[in-house]
């Protein structure tokens, strides 16, 4: 199987975690592109989404799927995004697509999160996969000079804003043996909006493609 069957096996998988009458969270990336397309199958029995990405609601409104409001919304039941590297605590680095911020943000109101996902996407330890964090443009020097400090090797995004204005650092280097310490540490960096670490929330289910199938680890 190519990388991107993989990939469209772990969305069609998702969809059983998405029932009638649901509003259901939708993240980004090339993995959820193919859930966005097997939701349209079903898009009669759910009430609408709610996108983490202007890409995301391009793709959902071209498939007549309804887009909500976060702010509209008290309970999201659900929410499937991929991810970059996925550890064995669940821990994700993710925002290879630049959009880390409103996926966390999806993600942190959602009751459960289904991560799909490849096995080149799990690891041991996260940290390969350059770490991806939102910045205010003009904080972008002191930021890089910070992260350099921590021992990381951060090179700006090229060409690259993202949903909300902003630019992307991706950090190099870095080996991240506590991802829940590193997410609230450069949290704490004035000028950074958001970093791609998903540790203090990370994903409740994960749904792996292998060649021999979807694994479901909880
Ligand atoms: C986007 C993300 C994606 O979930 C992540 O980059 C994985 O993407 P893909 O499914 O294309 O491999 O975090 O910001």
Redesign the pocket.
């Known amino acids: 199987m190519t990388q991107d069957e993989l ?1 469209k096996a772990a969305a069609i998988a998702a969809l059983d975690y998405v029932e009638d009458g649901m509003i259901v969270g939708v ?6 592109n193919h859930f966005i397309d097997g939701l349209a199958g079903i898009k009669e029995r759910i009430a609408g989404a709610v996108s983490s990405s202007e890409a995301s609601a391009r793709r959902l409104e071209a498939h007549g799927i309804p887009i909500l409001d976060l702010n509209d919304i008290t309970d999201l039941p659900v929410y499937v ?4 590297e996925i550890d064995a605590g669940f821990c994700m680095i ?7 911020t409103r ?1 966390k943000i999806v993600a942190a109101v959602a009751r459960r999160f289904i991560c799909i996902c490849d096995t080149s996407k799990k690891v041991a330890c996260l940290g390969r996969f350059p770490l991806p964090v939102e910045i205010i443009p003009m904080a972008r020097a002191y930021v890089e000079r910070e992260l350099a400090g921590i021992g990381g090797r951060p090179e700006l995004r090229d060409g690259f804003v993202t949903d909300n204005g902003n630019l992307i650092l991706d950090v190099h280097g870095l080996m991240i043996t506590s991802p829940r310490a590193l997410e609230t540490e450069l949290n704490q960096i004035v000028g950074v909006v958001t970093n791609g670490l998903f540790a203090r929330r990370g994903a409740d289910v994960l749904l792996l493609a292998t060649p021999a199938g979807v694994e479901r680890q909880v």
């Open positions: 990939k993240g980004t990336g090339s993995t959820v995004d991929g991810a970059d993710k925002g290879g697509g630049g959009a880390l996926e």
